[in-house]
């Protein structure tokens, strides 16, 4: 088999080939030239030289080390570190660092880059650097609790008897201002009118009508937890309006506690 020592050049190169020909080459030389090479390309294809394998990876602390089956060694490498805090409850007009998590009543949220939060949670803020919050965990969305009293609210009903009792499974919590909760009547009411809203027995808030109105207001100063086996009820008003009809009240909860959302 001819090596590359075998291929004729025209020109001299004392550091490179050596000497040459000195003249053009002829058709046979170029040929023989060509024949050199495509057997050197044909013997490098039938027997590859075997690359090196890798024989392990060890890791020391932040260091990773990758080992050849020669013997030879790539690294060690650092390895980056991500520091993940946990900062509990989202608070307004806080500074937050990238990577610290924070607790919503919706769930576990990453912050993406260095911010101060808003006066009010958006979990699709975003500014130059992006997108501020990712959703990670997701807890519970609220669950409905509703119920329908037909006719005159009250009537039927025993002085300080209720209209509507639930009694819960599991934990859960209503928030203060019972967002996303609703109340109405079908027929509006002639003077003010109020329902009592009672937890095992102790009044917690109320529902609110004032006269000549449908759409009620709701009054529910405090974070309320319940436990399973509490009951939440609403209470006959102390006195029943001639006209009020139809009630129809729609609360919102949540699975789980104030202080650890569940799923």
């Known amino acids: 088999m001819s090596s590359t020592f075998d291929l004729l050049f025209r020109t001299t190169d004392a550091l490179k080939w050596g000497d040459g020909k000195g003249a053009p080459l002829n058709a046979g030389e170029v040929d023989l030239n060509f024949w050199i090479l495509l057997n050197l390309y044909l013997q490098l294809e039938e027997n590859p030289t075997s690359p090196k ?3 392990s ?3 020391d602390n932040s260091a990773l080390t990758v080992h050849m089956d020669d013997g030879s060694t790539f ?3 650092t390895l980056p570190v991500s520091a993940f805090t946990f900062r509990g ?3 307004a007009n806080t500074a937050y660092a990238k990577y610290d998590f924070v607790t919503q009543t919706t769930g576990l949220y ?3 880059h260095a911010v101060t939060s808003d006066s009010v949670f958006d979990p699709d803020a975003s500014d130059i650097a992006g997108d501020v919050y990712k959703l990670v965990l997701a807890y519970p969305v609220s669950f409905d609790i509703g ?3 037909p006719g005159l609210p009250g009537i039927g009903i025993a002085d300080g008897g209720s209209l509507f009792q639930y009694r819960f499974a599991r934990e859960a919590f209503m928030n203060a201002g019972l967002p996303l909760s609703l109340a109405g009547l079908g027929t509006e009411t002639t003077g003010d009118l109020s329902f009592p809203i009672q937890q095992n027995g102790t009044v917690i808030g109320s529902v ?3 006269a000549g109105q449908n759409v009620g207001t709701l009054t529910f100063p405090d974070d309320i937890q319940f436990s399973p086996d509490d009951t939440l009820k609403i209470m006959k008003p102390i006195s029943v309006d001639a006209s009020a009809a139809d009630l129809t009240v729609t609360f919102a909860a ?3 506690t104030l202080e650890t959302p569940s799923s």
Do not use: M, R
């Open 110 to 112: 990453l912050i993406q």
């Open 89 to 91: 409850n989202w608070q």
């Open 57 to 59: 990876i060890t890791s």
């Open 53 to 55: 394998q890798i024989a």
């Open 254 to 256: 949540t699975k789980g």
């Open 147 to 149: 119920f329908f009293f």
């Open 75 to 77: 690294g060690p490498f």
């Open 208 to 210: 609110d009508f004032a």
